[in-house]
């Protein structure tokens, strides 16, 4: 090998003007690459997310993966399921596809694969009844508060955007008021979600019914009684409704539980039982006299009963205004004033 001295010198040609433009494009582009994905590296990992619920039609990453830049995240992957709908996605393909976006590794934590389910509003039976209610009103002069809608097939649902807000309303409502049937078209926003649906209307009457058994002569009790709505065709057409009226009554017969209660079924109690000692009261402004008697016949609150006056042994017709007390004279209700009055107290 010659000495250092001997060897030529080799002489460095200058680097030309295009070499160096393309060297420094180059340093740029991998600047650029690097400045990119550095935030899938940078910081957290990219994480893959649990069981997800997607609001829109279409998942994108930030859906799918955790730690991602927020442009990143905005990138669409997958298409969301159907509204109210759940599917799976497998974790191998949310893989591949952070993979081609050059985002680096994915920590899975173990999962195959992740659910996800649209989110929806759901419109269900008690909203479609309004909807349907409101248009009879406004379309047919129907009294809402009194009608029912059995609509036809399994508890209808009409779902929408979540995003979709509004109350539902009814179109294009027919109604047969022969058949009492209906028809609409229920709607959200300007028809961006829609569902026709059919039903029967039934008008509706509130009755009163038994919430337990009770025997004959028993009292009924505010307790025993409530008010419920049933269809008017089949209910009783005396059947009760006033519950402060039957409060207090007694049963004139064994009824059971559930019974709507009918007129007669329930009447005031009595008062006055036959063969009862009896205070018989006499009453003018100015004399107010009571003497001792003896009931003939029971009786209720109001009611006119044979009694014996036990001092002159005269028969007496008297009103019954308390227990065990009767009146004979002008202090008697009005509503008994037609009662015959038996010879004056001695």
């Given at each position: 090998m010659p000495p250092l001295a001997d060897r030529p010198h080799r002489r460095v040609a200058p680097l030309g003007a295009a070499v160096l433009g393309r060297l420094t494009a180059t340093l740029i582009t991998l600047a650029a690459i690097g400045y990119l994905t550095l935030p899938a590296f940078a910081g957290e990992p990219l994480r893959l997310r649990g069981d997800v619920t997607a609001r829109g039609d279409v998942l994108t990453l930030g859906d799918l993966?955790?730690?991602?830049?927020?442009?990143?995240?905005?990138?669409?992957?997958?298409?969301?399921?159907?509204?109210?709908?759940?599917?799976?996605?497998?974790?191998?393909?949310?893989?591949?596809?952070?993979?081609?976006?050059?985002l680096g590794p994915v920590e899975t934590g173990g999962r195959v694969q992740i659910a996800v389910q649209r989110a929806a509003r759901r419109?269900?039976?008690?909203?479609?009844?309004?909807?349907?209610?409101?248009?009879?009103?406004?379309?047919?002069?129907?009294?809402?508060?009194?009608?029912?809608?059995?609509?036809?097939g399994e508890a209808p649902v009409l779902l929408a955007p979540v995003d979709l807000n509004g109350a539902a309303a009814a179109l294009d409502v027919v109604y047969e008021p022969r058949s009492r049937r209906v028809t609409g078209l229920i709607s959200l926003g300007e028809r961006q979600a829609s569902l026709r649906v059919s039903g029967l209307v039934v008008e509706m009457r509130e009755v009163a019914v038994l919430?337990?058994?009770?025997?004959?002569?028993?009292?009924?009790?505010?307790?025993?009684?409530?008010?419920?709505?049933?269809?008017?065709?089949?209910?009783?057409?005396?059947?009760?409704a006033n519950l402060a009226a039957l409060a207090g009554e007694v049963a004139q017969r064994a009824l059971g539980a559930g019974a709507v209660l009918r007129t007669g079924d329930t009447a005031p109690p009595e008062l006055v039982a036959r063969g009862e000692a009896v205070s018989i009261v006499y009453e003018t402004p100015g004399v107010s006299l009571t003497m001792r008697g003896q009931a003939n016949e029971a009786g209720r609150l109001g009611a006119t009963v044979s009694v014996v006056n036990v001092a002159s042994k005269k028969v007496l017709q008297a009103v019954v205004v308390g227990p065990a007390r009767v009146s004979v004279g002008p202090a008697a209700p009005q509503r008994q004033a037609s009662a015959a009055f038996g010879p004056a107290i001695r």
């Open positions: 993966v955790e730690g991602a830049a927020a442009e990143a995240a905005a990138r669409p992957l997958f298409r969301a399921p159907a509204l109210g709908a759940t599917g799976t996605i497998q974790s191998r393909r949310i893989l591949e596809a952070v993979a081609g976006l050059g419109v269900g039976a008690a909203e479609i009844e309004a909807a349907l209610k409101r248009a009879l009103e406004s379309g047919q002069g129907l009294d809402p508060r009194v009608l029912s809608i059995r609509l036809d919430t337990r058994a009770v025997k004959s002569g028993e009292p009924i009790t505010a307790a025993d009684v409530a008010l419920e709505r049933r269809p008017r065709e089949g209910s009783p057409p005396d059947a009760q």
